[in-house]
């Protein structure tokens, strides 16, 4: 035993130490419990105390425990006091020393247990809390459930969206760290996205290989999977595509948007999708099998204005898309682009996330081309977004790649819809070219005469900044909305 009562030293696989914290169920009847495992944050360490307040409206180790459940937290290996050096939640790493973990529970007492060695656990918790359940539920079939909130499906596409480094939230990552031991490769991938708006291959492939997309097959326990509507770190389709791939495999899996993340929440949260009940609920059913406890099944999201929906799978029943066309210039140049937002944080969503996210979320621009997008009817928008562009631009020559960036603004509010913005590569060499590509997944209800603004913009706050001094000339944009229908209000907003 180390530190305060609840500390303790385990030695991991390779003889790494990590620092882990105990605490049994807060009742006193002397019976054995459940245990749930809750990772804590990038560059944190875990929680140390019963009152500790959770972020984003997660689970505290005092929630649980009055839930019925031990706890355990942890600091991960190169974060706090536990050695070695932080590999990003690899299974290979991370993942195994969950297992040692899981180990060291079902030795103690009032702990419940299957059978000799095999303890119920499950596990929760957000962010790097929530890609290590992926990684843990690959390595050990004795974990029972788990409820990742705003995790990723891979590091490629969340980190280095077509190509283009997530710039603003990357250097926020290496500042929380700064204090860490990392892998080498981390702080050399900052380096090179800072100096030259690129990441090498071989960094990309060590990002990519820390999952969990190739390795969700092996994930077979039921999995809550909470995203936040405005995280423009690990967005929504990085939590689609989690829900696909295991539902595709038989997994049980539900899946709830709600109106946080790695982002600031700049409209109405709702009060009906909140990431602690959902978790309670979903450990109390799986983990301490009382089926008397209700948990989400399907789908669930919030709106911009706080009403909740619910459908019983996801993607819900297609509808007519919402089609917007134009054309427009625009000049690449840095000033006048994406955020950040001049709009105040919603009170009833304020976090300790806004205070380094709001710099890097975007806005309205100054400097962009602008298509209206008019809705006819009401519609619920859910999805990814089709943007067809015809264009031809030049750029002087430079080594920093060639982007520009496409984002949805509610007139009516001066937001961008769930603050997500694209990045869209194109070939400035004055030829003419055609794409089309899928822009960043949204969930929004509009009202019949209502309308949307596609905006594509030289600059953002989120991401690099690409080759400027030049201009693109769109002779033809078009952005299709999906929309979906059969929704069920689960809370009027």
């Known amino acids: 035993m180390v ?48 009152t500790q307040a959770a972020i984003q409206g997660a689970l505290s180790v005092g929630q649980l425990r009055q839930g019925g459940f031990n706890v355990l937290t942890w600091d991960p290996r190169g974060f ?55 990684a843990a539920a690959e390595q ?20 280095d969206k077509n190509k283009t480094p997530k710039a603003g939230w990357s250097n926020i990552l290496q500042s929380v760290a ?55 770190l690990f967005t929504l389709d990085e939590g689609i595509a989690n829900y696909e791939a295991l539902k595709r495999q038989g997994t049980t899996v539900a899946m709830a948007w709600f109106c946080g993340g790695h982002g600031v929440c700049l409209t109405d949260p709702g009060s009906a999708i909140e990431v602690g009940p959902l978790s309670l609920a979903w450990m109390r059913h799986y983990v301490a099998r009382d089926t008397s ?34 054309s427009g210039t625009l000049t690449l140049k840095a000033q006048g682009g994406s955020g950040p ?4 944080a919603n009170a009833k969503a304020a976090n300790a996330v806004d205070a380094v996210a709001y710099a890097v ?13 008019p809705f006819g009817h ?60 899928p822009m960043e997944t949204v969930g929004y209800t509009a009202k019949a005469g209502s309308s949307l603004e596609l905006q594509l913009v030289a600059t953002t706050v989120a991401y690099i900044t690409p080759r400027l001094g030049g201009s693109v000339d769109f002779s033809h944009v078009a952005i299709s909305l999906p929309t979906v229908h059969g929704l069920t209000v689960l809370h009027q907003g």
């Open 3 to 50: 530190g305060v009562p609840s500390d303790f030293d385990l030695t991991s696989f390779d003889g790494t130490r990590i620092r882990i914290h105990w605490f049994l169920d807060s009742s006193t009847d002397g019976q054995v419990h459940p245990t749930v495992l809750m990772g804590p944050g990038w560059g944190q360490s875990g929680d140390t105390a019963s």
């Open 80 to 134: 706090g006091k536990s050695g070695g050096a932080a590999e990003v939640d690899s299974p290979n790493y991370e993942g195994r020393d969950v297992s040692a973990m899981i180990n060291w529970v079902a030795l103690q007492h009032g702990v419940e247990l299957g059978r000799p060695g095999v303890p119920r656990v499950g596990m929760v918790g957000e962010s790097y809390g929530g890609g290590i359940q992926f």
């Open 378 to 437: 009401d519609a619920a928008v859910v999805g990814a977004p089709s943007l067809s562009l015809t264009y031809a631009g030049t750029v002087p020559a430079g080594d920093r790649p060639t982007r520009v960036f496409a984002q949805l603004v509610d007139p009516s509010t001066g937001i961008v819809v769930d603050n997500q913005i694209t990045p869209i590569p194109v070939t400035l060499d004055g030829k003419k070219h055609s794409l089309v590509i």
């Open 178 to 232: 700064s204090s860490a031991t990392l892998n080498p490769e981390i702080t050399a991938a900052d380096k090179e996205m800072n100096g030259t708006g690129v990441i090498d291959a071989k960094a990309i492939g060590f990002f990519v290989g820390r999952g969990p997309a190739q390795y969700l097959t092996k994930v077979k326990v039921p999995t809550l999977i909470l995203q936040g509507t405005v995280d423009d």
């Open 341 to 344: 937002p001049t709009v105040a």
């Open 293 to 326: 406890a209700p948990v989400l099944k399907g789908f669930a999201f919030v709106d911009q204005n706080g009403t909740s929906f619910a459908a019983s799978d996801y993607p819900p029943p297609e509808g007519a898309p919402q089609v917007g066309t134009g």
């Open 361 to 373: 979320t975007p806005a309205p621009a100054a400097n962009a081309t602008n298509i209206t997008i």
């Open 140 to 159: 050990d079939c004795r974990i029972d459930a788990i409820a990742p909130t705003i995790a990723w499906h891979s590091l490629g596409t969340s980190l």
